[in-house]
């Protein structure tokens, strides 16, 4: 089956100084590369998630293929036609085709709007004059169970779960085969997180429509999507089928965002992997694999050669960038030194 949306060694990156500043300090590359090589595909009906740090790239990956920052190297293929090169004009048709909900459900509204002229706004821009408007909104607050009364409200008489479930009306507006859902429980409380979640998933197998999550919350990660990749400054280290993922992951960096997950039950024997330092900055990629600077089982070829990606034994489908993959002969051999050298010490400090 053909993807509907394929990426394929995506590159951005935005400047630091101006040409002038950089001529006159002698500065060569003025430049911070937020995304680096990414590839991925996306399917009708399928659930791809983007998971890491903030600073890695996610955000930037989502703005980039809807329109709202430029690549500046590989390609954004979506159902068959190329994006990267074209005018705004000529990328409007299938931009319509898909949907952003950005991180901040209130801040994403303009205050000066009320809900059904933003839930209208979408015809108005793609220069559908004959929808009647009240009626779209009606019919669009319907859908993510709102009343229609909600259309006479401005965007600060409304809760974080309503605003959220305006911000998904609006993103449904014009039947969209993609939805770009970045955070899209970030400040809701968990109650309202399972109806919005709740909410996608219904309105998915309804229409069948692709969803990309960008998420830090990997308990929704688990919950709604079919695979998921892992970024680390700008780079897909890890890419597979969630479940997959969350039974055997293969990265370091992946064992230690799982094993930091919040466990809901009190009694649960918990094994925490505390990753040493902060993520390097962009300005200073250390040489080799990036992530040998954190690493635990980091060997000597990991501060000088960057890693390719790999294929899984037992899963083709499953790719990840390190040098000694966890699972693989030697991995574990690796895994028994860093535990014995970084023994857990007891609350009263014996080993």
Do not use: W
């Amino acid at each position: 089956m053909s993807a509907l949306l394929r990426v394929q060694d995506l590159g951005v990156r935005f400047r630091t100084m101006g040409p002038l500043t950089a001529l006159a300090t002698g500065t060569e590359a003025p430049f911070l590369d937020a995304v680096c090589g990414v590839s991925f595909e996306i399917h009708k009906g399928e659930t791809l998630a983007l998971v890491g740090e903030s600073g890695s790239g996610k955000s930037t990956i989502a703005r980039t293929i809807i329109g709202l920052q430029r690549a500046v190297s590989g390609s954004i293929n979506f159902d068959g036609q190329e994006l990267t090169g074209l005018s705004s004009a000529e990328r409007r048709p299938y931009l319509r085709r898909m949907a952003m909900m950005f991180q901040d459900p209130v801040g994403s509204l303009s205050p000066r709007l009320k809900v059904q002229s933003l839930l209208t706004e979408p015809f108005r821009i793609h220069g559908l004059k004959d929808r009647d408007a009240a009626a779209e909104a009606t019919r669009l607050l319907r859908m993510v169970g709102l009343p229609a009364d909600f259309a006479r409200r401005y965007p600060h008489q409304l809760s974080g779960g309503q605003a959220r479930r305006v911000g998904i009306a609006r993103a449904l507006a014009l039947n969209p085969d993609l939805i770009i859902a970045d955070e899209p429980t970030a400040g809701l409380d968990v109650s309202v997180q399972g109806e919005v979640l709740n909410l996608l998933a219904r309105l998915q197998g309804e229409f069948g429509i692709a969803i990309l999550i960008i998420s830090h919350n990997l308990n929704v990660v688990r919950h709604m999507t079919d695979r998921m990749a892992i970024m680390y400054l700008g780079r897909f280290i890890e890419v597979g089928a969630t479940d997959g993922i969350f039974d055997q992951p293969r990265h370091p960096y992946t064992e230690a965002l799982l094993a930091a997950n919040p466990e809901p039950d009190p009694d649960a024997v918990l094994n925490r992997i505390e990753l040493k330092g902060e993520m390097p900055s962009l300005l200073r990629r250390p040489l080799g694999c990036e992530f040998h600077t954190r690493c635990r089982y980091a060997q000597d070829i990991c501060s000088r050669v960057l890693p390719e990606p790999s294929a899984c034994q037992e899963n083709a489908e499953h790719s990840v960038k390190c040098h000694f993959p966890l699972g693989r002969k030697g991995a574990s051999q690796l895994k028994q030194l860093a535990l014995s050298v970084v023994a857990p010490t007891s609350i009263n400090g014996s080993q």
